[in-house]
């Protein structure tokens, strides 16, 4: 569970009464519409546009609703940047995010607490919070029955999707290779100054 908010055990109050009407979960036609797309994100996108400013209630009543909207209706627009960041910085490989809408006030890190929530193209569910995407549903479907119940148990830091040189790899890199031999000779040699160090790194 993430050390920044314990969301399971907390119950807040919307922001304000909203007059753009609900989307009451499974009962739904945006529902059936939303499962059917999630894992086409160029219909996805059409269906939020559709939805704009619509509020989902979860099936497990826990004081937070899923505002529709897309990046514009986020803390984050006209910053088209996310959208790029949240593809290649956080998930293990490249993975294409929608913007499904956004959890607003929520007692946690994110900018202005709001919780930015994305489905990816494999139909799975994240919030963006401050640096760190939470998977908070493996399909849409667990998303709008348990909304933040999951919040903290899968975690992906900023970072975690760059690849990296494991030491094999680095081992196979030529002047890795001339490095790691230059400081090997120096240690078996009778070299005794600094001077004698970086001469050895500056020989071909």
């Known amino acids: 569970m993430s050390t920044l908010c314990h969301l399971q055990n907390s119950t807040f109050e919307p922001r304000n009464e909203r007059k753009n009407g ?7 036609e945006f529902f059936q519409c939303l499962s059917d797309s999630s894992k086409t994100p160029e219909l996805l996108s059409v269906l939020v546009k559709k939805n704009k400013n619509k509020m989902l209630r979860f099936e497990k009543e826990q004081g ?3 505002r529709v909207c ?3 209706g986020t803390v984050y627009k006209e910053q088209p940047c996310f959208l790029e960041y949240w593809k290649n910085l956080y998930l293990p490989k490249p993975t294409k995010m929608v913007v499904l809408g956004a959890i607003d006030d929520v007692p946690c890190l994110a900018h202005e607490l709001q919780l930015v929530i994305l489905v990816a193209e494999d139909g799975s569910v994240y919030a963006y919070e401050e640096d760190l995407l939470h998977k908070i549903g493996k399909n849409v479907k667990e998303f709008c029955e348990d909304g933040l119940l999951h919040f903290g148990e899968e975690v992906y830091p900023c970072g975690k999707g760059l690849k990296t040189k494991s ?12 490095l790691w031999q230059s400081t090997e000779d120096f240690e078996d040699s009778d070299g005794e100054s ?3 160090l970086l001469d050895f790194l500056k020989s071909p």
């Open 194 to 196: 600094f001077e004698d």
């Open 22 to 28: 609900y989307i009451n979960g499974h009962k739904s």
């Open 167 to 178: 030491e094999e790899e680095l081992g196979k890199d030529p002047e890795i290779q001339r």
């Open 64 to 66: 937070f609703e899923l």
């Open 70 to 72: 897309d990046l514009d």
